[in-house]
């Protein structure tokens, strides 16, 4: 199958990575709870729908995005699994979130007396959001939870079919405020019936550290695409993940230069010897930031220096020996025996390895890979 991608940079998503992983969760935490695949910010920069279906062919039983249009996104693309929007959602769109099935986060009386207005007999299904210790969203006390699933009981146009809240720090070493945070959820969700809901309390983190706190649901983000929720924990995680993104490109030019020449902007670096050196197409308008000139790719299976200040679309590597034009350079990711992995380049940055697949922008196509093979291609400029 011809695929519409004509350059030379390209994420490689490996879809056999997801399902393993997701497969991995799912035995760790048994049948009784299900898995809500978090695929907000394009599944964390891996590509939604085919990282959504890939999930769902795996076992998670419902997708979460962070906002309705990323919801409408895969709606769009065909899928019809359960979807909810972890996000805020204005009163005034709930009608397109109902007549699109997607299942909305509330966390207030007013949200819903406003809702109300807009919806013309329709219903629409949500989940109502604790807070317990994020304050970022969410019901804060018992007494206003109460009066919205007594509101809720005489409205039919607002089903509550979950609950849910989210830890601060489950990937931290220090369980303090995790256990509070539990603690704050266990006393707020049995001030209300619980039955037939969905109840929800842990990303990964938690689902890998404490498969018997997550009541019937765990929303699974970052370990789904073989990342560890932090340094700190990666030493004890209960299975091995699979990391499921790599980030590729190749030379597109190759040249000597002589002893003194300089190389990119500002003329920052200079060849100290006679030097190999290499074009490669991928710059800071890819998410492949300034600050990331310092590293190392990978050539031929050997680890070989950036140097020069990184350009909006291009970059310069010093070559041990010299390659021909079309050569396989990897950012992230492996070649031979050498790796990169996400979380050298977290490292750099000094950040999280959440940031660094989200931060390679659209314009970088996404490849997925399956059994071996090319799967599909997420062009989003074609
Ligand atoms: C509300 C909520 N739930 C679940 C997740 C998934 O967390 P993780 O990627 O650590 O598994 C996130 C991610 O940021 C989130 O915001």
Redesign the pocket.
């Known amino acids: 199958m011809e695929y519409e991608i004509y350059r030379d940079t390209w994420v490689e998503v490996n879809l056999d990575a997801i399902e393993y992983n997701v497969k991995m969760m799912k035995q760790h935490i048994g049948n009784e709870v299900k898995i809500i695949a978090?695929v907000?910010a394009n599944a964390y920069g891996h590509g939604a729908f085919q990282v959504a279906n890939a999930a769902l062919d795996a076992g998670a039983t419902m997708l979460?995005v962070a906002f309705l249009d990323e919801a409408i996104a895969l709606r769009n693309n065909g899928i019809t699994a359960p979807i909810m929007v972890?996000g805020a959602t204005s009163a005034q769109y709930v009608h397109i979130a109902s007549a699109h099935n997607i299942t909305l986060t509330i966390f207030s009386l007013e949200w819903l007396i406003e809702a109300k207005g807009y919806l013309k007999g329709e219903a629409v299904n949500v989940h109502v959001k604790l807070d317990t210790g994020m304050s970022r969203l969410g019901v804060r006390d018992e007494h206003d939870l109460v009066k919205i699933f007594d509101y809720v009981d005489d409205n039919s146009a607002f089903k509550i079919t979950g609950i849910y809240t989210?830890f601060a720090t489950a990937?931290e070493k220090d369980l303090t405020y995790f256990h509070e945070q539990y603690n704050k959820f266990q006393y707020l969700i049995n001030k209300i019936p619980q039955k037939n809901l969905l109840i929800h309390c842990g990303?990964?983190?938690t689902g890998l550290r404490f498969p018997d706190k997550l009541y019937n649901a765990v929303?699974?983000?970052?370990?789904m695409y073989g990342l560890s929720?932090s340094p700190e924990i990666k030493d004890e995680l209960p299975y091995s993940l699979k990391e499921a993104f790599s980030l590729q490109t190749k030379l597109v030019h190759v040249k000597k230069i002589t002893k003194g020449t300089k190389v990119s902007y500002g003329a920052t670096y200079e060849a100290e010897e006679d030097e190999w050196l290499g074009t490669i197409p991928i710059g800071y308008a890819d998410g492949w930031l300034r600050s990331l000139r310092d590293v190392a790719v990978l050539v031929n299976g050997e680890r070989a220096p950036l140097v020069g200040r990184i350009c909006m679309d291009q970059c310069m590597v010093k070559l041990p020996r010299k390659y021909q034009v079309g050569e396989r350079v990897t950012f992230i990711g492996k070649q031979g025996d050498e790796y990169i992995p996400v979380d050298e380049v977290a490292k750099h940055l000094n950040t999280i390895n959440?940031e660094v697949t989200c931060m390679i922008s659209t314009r970088v196509p996404r490849v997925f890979v399956k059994n071996g093979t090319v799967f599909g291609v997420d062009n989003p400029l074609l």
């Open positions: 978090v907000k979460a972890l989210h990937d990303n990964s983190a929303r699974l983000g970052i370990s929720p959440y």
